[in-house]
């Protein structure tokens, strides 16, 4: 399996400026990049979680290297409040989101990410209700097709769910289910017919948008002064609510302020090192 290579990772750590004593949360710890450079910058702490139980292995390594500095939790970020009680930590002075999928998981085959995959329709990143083999097989047509359009906006969602549903004896892995969207809709240009189907019944599959929300609103308690929360997210769904709830944030003077009018994107170099970056968007805020 290839490493990770986190994305964005030095505007990352521009924004978070991490300095001696301070304490910051990671909730997407995938492959431990951002963490690494963190604990790496300062003589601070990071508490980190990831909903994955695959990445557990990395962080004991990397609490092996920083065994009073870094601490890891399985967990879903949106119990961050929970996380950071039990840890004795009431406010942080840093948190920060890599959303998306890490390599290991789009490499893992058994866990159906990719339309190559040969695995089931899974789809899940641990600590998930259901599988998106589940979801096909209990949602009526209608209600496919309302998932595959609210989390993709994917045109011929109806399109594809019908054929879903017809298909769906023969649907056993996800190059099955990416063959069956490609036989109804035609290819226009480079990017694959079954890319937004999957995409939408990873993000309902995982709640990704509800997570977001879930943590975002827990901003305020658990900021410190001087604290900043950097979001790197990786398509408009998610980056559309990171901008409107930093912009109601920001409406509220002398609370907080947005340090990214607009988003920051990778550059052409690091795109053309790590393509899997091309469509990251960085946006930070800071707590006054
Ligand atoms: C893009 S990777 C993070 C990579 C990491 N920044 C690095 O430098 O190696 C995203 C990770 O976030 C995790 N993740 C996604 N949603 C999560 C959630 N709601 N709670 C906790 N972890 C989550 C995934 O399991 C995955 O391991």
């Given at each position: 399996m290839s490493e990770h290579i986190p994305v964005l990772l030095n505007g990352v750590l521009d924004f978070l400026s991490p300095a001696d004593g301070k304490?910051?949360?990671?909730?997407?710890?995938?492959?431990?990049?951002?963490?690494?450079?963190?604990?790496?910058?300062?003589?601070?702490?990071?508490?980190?979680?990831?909903?994955?139980?695959?990445?557990?292995?990395?962080?004991e390594k990397l609490q092996a290297k920083f065994p009073s500095r870094f601490s890891f939790v399985h967990s879903k970020f949106s119990?961050?409040?929970?996380?950071?009680?039990?840890?004795n930590v009431q406010k942080v002075d840093g948190i920060v989101l890599d959303l998306g999928l890490s390599n290991f998981q789009l490499e893992d085959e058994s866990r159906g990410f990719s339309f190559k995959s040969k695995g089931d329709v899974d789809m899940t990143m641990g600590l998930c209700d259901e599988t998106a083999m589940d979801v096909i097989r209990r949602c009526s047509e209608e209600q496919l097709a309302n998932i595959i359009y609210s989390f993709s906006e994917e045109r011929f969602s109806r399109r594809i769910a019908?054929?879903?549903?017809?298909?769906?004896?023969?649907?056993?892995?996800?190059?099955?289910?990416?063959?069956?969207?490609?036989?109804?809709?035609?290819?226009?240009?480079?990017i694959d017919q079954a890319t937004k189907t999957f995409q939408a019944l990873r993000i309902f599959v995982n709640k990704e948008l509800e997570e977001l929300k879930l943590v975002l609103s827990e901003i305020p308690e658990l900021l410190n002064s001087g604290g900043k929360i950097v979001v790197?997210?990786?398509?408009?769904?998610?980056?559309?609510?990171?901008?409107s709830v930093f912009r109601e944030y920001g409406q509220e003077k002398g609370v907080f302020e947005i340090l990214t009018k607009k988003p920051v994107a990778p550059s052409e170099r690091e795109?053309?090192?790590?393509?899997?970056?091309?469509?990251?968007?960085?946006?930070?805020?800071?707590?006054?």
């Open positions: 304490v910051y949360f990671d909730g997407t710890f995938g492959g431990g990049g951002y963490s690494e450079a963190i604990l790496k910058q300062a003589d601070c702490s990071v508490i980190a979680c990831d909903r994955d139980d695959l990445v557990i292995p990395i962080a119990d961050i409040k929970q996380i950071l009680a039990r840890q019908k054929t879903i549903k017809k298909n769906l004896r023969y649907i056993k892995t996800a190059e099955d289910l990416a063959n069956a969207v490609r036989s109804c809709v035609r290819r226009t240009g480079k790197v997210s990786f398509h408009s769904l998610e980056d559309r609510i990171v901008k795109v053309a090192n790590n393509p899997k970056s091309r469509s990251a968007k960085l946006r930070a805020l800071l707590r006054l």
